[in-house]
């Protein structure tokens, strides 16, 4: 019973040992990576404390997992949020940190796994909570050729790291799928939205269109085109240049963003260099045409503020006066 006990205790012993000395993951060249200690900070809005044996001479692009969380295991085709901080390889010293602001996104597709192999395959199957550090060296330069017979070319500068970035994975969440761009009304459709008052009106006053949107109306789900006058000139591709005076608002307000009208002249542009709703929209029309555009955001200028453009679904009145 006595020998039973002690081989049973002998074999826990060797399980805990083998759990706790687990190698480490690593992609690339990670050797340089391992003098590294971290210790976190308090929380995800607070840098870790690091050290490593300086200079951390990396010459060839590496990565290690530092410290394994216990989140969710990390998949491809998900959004990675992480914090960093950077560190001067030549001294150890911290060159700045994201820790205090918001995270950050990678995303594990495809595109990135060609890009940047190294951290793409640290990421995946680590879990959200983990701590990885990564190097990857700027490339050489290549030695300048020498000046007049008989010089010499000065030895190329080799590829050296001269940061060395540690990241905390704070998230992951899967990639929403890219929404369908919105399609073309049908002409019966866009009659009906009309025939509902649900599409926007136009009056001309001294040359100049005022748009009304209608009022408590959704905007429509596709690209919905009103002919309030059918030229008979040239009809438009998707390739032609135009010139046109036009005028645009926003459904949301009705404000006018932007009119040549206003300006006073016309304006000159090529129908592939648009906002998909004008290259869908004005294809097929005729020069001397006077349109209404209502295009949804996936085909105008998108959702998102940052880009100083208008957003949300716009409505443009378009009058062609000429193509090439």
């Known amino acids: 019973m006595r020998k039973l006990l002690s081989l049973v205790l002998a074999m826990a012993l060797l399980v805990l040992t083998a759990c706790g000395a687990a190698t480490p993951k690593t992609v690339g060249e990670a050797a340089p990576l391992d003098s590294i200690e971290l210790t976190p900070g308090a929380d995800d809005n607070t840098a870790p404390t690091v050290t490593f044996d300086a200079p951390l001479n990396a010459t060839a692009a590496g990565a290690k997992v530092l410290e394994e969380g216990d989140g969710a295991e990390i998949k491809a085709n998900q959004n990675v949020s992480y914090k960093l901080a950077g560190y001067n390889t030549e001294d150890g ?141 040239k009809t438009l591709t998707e390739e032609s240049t135009i010139t046109a005076d036009y005028a645009g608002v926003r459904w949301e307000d009705g404000e006018v963003f932007d009119s040549s009208y206003d300006r006073g002249e016309a304006a000159s542009f090529s129908l592939n260099e648009v906002i998909p709703g004008w290259t869908q929209g004005l294809a097929g029309q005729k020069v001397g045409s006077q349109v209404v555009l209502s295009i949804p955001s996936s085909l105008a200028y998108g959702d998102d503020p940052a880009t100083g453009r208008p957003t949300g679904p716009l409505v443009f009145v378009v009058d062609i006066k000429s193509a090439k």
């Open 93 to 233: 010293k911290e060159v700045g940190n994201i820790f205090a602001s918001e995270p950050q996104i990678l995303s594990l597709t495809e595109e990135m796994k060609k890009a940047d192999p190294e951290i793409y395959n640290i990421l995946l199957g680590s879990k959200v909570g983990s701590w990885v550090a990564y190097v990857r060296p700027t490339p050489a330069t290549p030695a300048p050729e020498a000046e007049g017979e008989g010089g010499s070319s000065a030895p190329a500068e080799p590829a050296k790291a001269s940061e060395v970035l540690v990241l905390k994975v704070v998230g992951a969440e899967d990639i929403p799928p890219t929404p369908e761009p919105a399609r073309m009304l049908e002409k019966a459709e866009v009659d009906k939205l009309e025939a509902d008052g649900s599409l926007p009106t136009v009056k001309f006053s001294e040359g100049k269109p005022a748009i009304t949107i209608p009022e408590g109306k959704e905007a429509p789900e596709g690209l919905a085109v009103q002919v309030l006058k059918q030229g008979d000139g």
